[in-house]
């Protein structure tokens, strides 16, 4: 496919702008590859080194016998023009580069005369013999299967993590949301390890379309998220996304949406950000998924990525704990998409004889509070009462965790209902378990186990109703009555 | 006032229902007392044991020579009429305890004819001796500064940080909320020792209206929190409020704000949630902080705790990281409250002379992206350059850290800005260093100097926005322009 699968899995890498310098990117391109255990050969170029990291140097990229499929640049962007002429000299006689990943920046996106002569140099030595190019001014491409990290963000995706992958796959406008992506995805209780990872910086070449497109065929990726800020033809951005909508959720962070934000967006990368109501109004009709804030972006490609979607609208509400409880409630109403469903009077007696005697049951309807005093078996009673009640088609699942329900045990008996009975294939459930870092190792063992965690009810309830959302959206495209 | 004191500063402390086995909240109570550092004596009542944890048992409160100020009640509730009787003998004879917090559950709450007997008899007998009562259904009250703690969540504040508090004070209406601030408040990057913190229960006696005074009245509270979900007289509540906010902010997280919310509400505590609207107007019309989420109570308290109130709605985005910059631009934007301002051509000039080439300065106005390209000196002269400038009253100051530049150097570099040259005392500074655990080394060496770090950019602006809604309060309060 246009060489594009040479970004996630090359033939050995050279990297032009190579340094021995700890704090240069050019050093730590090196170091991250060496850390994912990229099993291929590596060329720092760098005329003044023999070697660095254990990689022989090379002063050029012409004079290394082995074949060549990907280079980094990450010299100084002046020196582009010189780089070019190696590279011509290159292709004429191997003519194996296949992509060119442009981390440096200070190119187009500067608008000034120099800057837009050196992307077109770029651009046209690349064009003449196809190689395709990711930036310039990205951080570069991530495959974690293959192993592949040509980013200059430090590596924080822990060692048992790599060579993973989850069905996420992300492509990012800016460089900095990407690098906080990547950071705020290793921190969750169980450290993301997306599939395949896209900086795309000034779009020179390679563009939004051309990954999406790349992404549709990947049989890897099972939902996508994009950070936009703006895209020159948005009317084929968006025929293009409406396409790969009903076989892959896309979640889209569009920012530049209000006018000084939209020139904001212009002075970082140049890009107009388009009239952001036509966005909106063309996310919502084509079921394109638009989050309002970082976080959301990254739960709610959690969710998707672990969770089967609802069969309606229908959430109940089950609680340990009264405030989290109502909150949700609150929140599960303020959607204005989730219900809360009307359960059967067997399933209230159900739960009324698994749960501790002061608990509160359907009062309001979907809602049950099994109270601080409910065992860890009353945790797991109660949950897989409610989720084989036919009109409940999702769960939030609250608790706070007092000292008495020990955490490794409630995270085995969750997982028992879930994962043992195989109601994760069935219906989604929501899992909150607050609060902060004292109820991390629970979180862990549960997302290890692919069930996705949250941190209060109201985000449970944010990606509870993406879902729906997005489930609504293909029933309806199936013409099916919602 | 009441004996309100000895919640916060009891002498001496007996524990009725306190248990050996390690899984009980009788013994959590016990553990927390002594691990908080408790200076004065400790009494558990336990007819069947000798000592539990190195305090000796007594098998009545009234077999106690010493004088007892405060009683924790945590035994089974249907206990509480052979308590009452064994309280009563021993007010007879010394007259001495002034306080309880009765940390059981099952009392009026229930609704049930028994819940609301016992509370009936726990009343009657407080009444009658002017013993003021927390509870039933709490988690009890904590004192950071006096090493007071009652409740029964495990301890999660660092050794390091007890005895210590911020001006932050906080009432919940739920146990299960009370619980997650305090250990969301232990998780971030500095942890919170809050100033006092209490949970309310059912209310039988000690309410809001109490507590608000008393904290009215505290020398170390600066800013009060509360978790509410209903009360029962809410005019006076908004009074007593109104009466305070000129002096100390009150933010405040209501929910049972949906109908079906406030039917939960009322099976939780038995209180009546009220109109939600009536709430939300009157809050708004006397300068009463509303927040609409956990994380949002956590960072507004936070930022009213350690930062200065800003003299007008302007903030300046100074930005390391162009996506960040747009997305906070467009968070201020969608804010309707703050606004970006024009600053001087001098500093326009000064800005451009001390960040690097490529940066983009006020395009548009109020904004400068500095790049990642930018050195630790070259982020801290842009903000020294912004603060100077007379038109901006406060600055979102957003940074994603790449490698080079070091944690340790950008902490100092931004600590001597602010706390060296005495800016954090002019205008408020909203850090925000992206992202996730990768950057809790700086955030924790800023925090405990007393500067709020966020999350992401909204966060930040969210808690701007409240501040300069307070601050514009407070000017139209004075009868200033706004």
Redesign the interface.
Known sequence: MNNMDAFFDPNNIAVVGASDNP???GH?ILENLKRIGYPKKVFPINAGKIEILGYPCHKKLSEIDDVVEMVILIMPSKMIFEFMGDLEARMQVKNDVKVIVCAS??YAE?KTEEGIRRQKCLMETAGRYGIRVMGPNCIGVIDNVNRVDTT???T?LPPESRGRRSGISFI??????A???L?????QPAPIAMNKFVSIGNMADVDFIDLLEYLEQDEDTKVIGL?L?GYPDGKRLIETMARIVPQKPIIV?K???????A???N???GSLAGADAVYTAAFRQYGIIQVE???ELLDTLQIFNSCVLPKDESMFILT????????C??A???SKRLK?PLVSEETKVRLRGCIPE?S?VC??EG?A?I???ASVQQHADSLRAVLEDENVSSVAFIT?L???VPQKELAEAILDVLKGTGWIHKKPVYVCI??????LPVRKALEENGIRTF??P?ECVRAATYMAQYACFLKQKRGEQV
Chains 1, 2 share one sequence.
Not at 320 to 327: C, D, N, S
Not at 434 to 439: E, K
């Open positions: 704090l240069k990117a730590v920046a200070d500067t200059f963000v430090e924080v990012s406008q800016s460089g900095s949301i690098a906080s992506m950071m705020l995805g290793a921190s950070y800020e962070l920012v530049g949406r209000s006018d000084i934000g020139s904001a967006a002075s970082h990368t804030t970082i976080g340990q704990a009264g405030g989290p409880g109502i909150y409630t609150d599960l109403i303020a809360m002061m509160s009062s309001p809602y509070d109270t601080a005093a706070v007092p000292k008495f607050m609060a902060g870092n004292f109820v941190n209060t109201l």
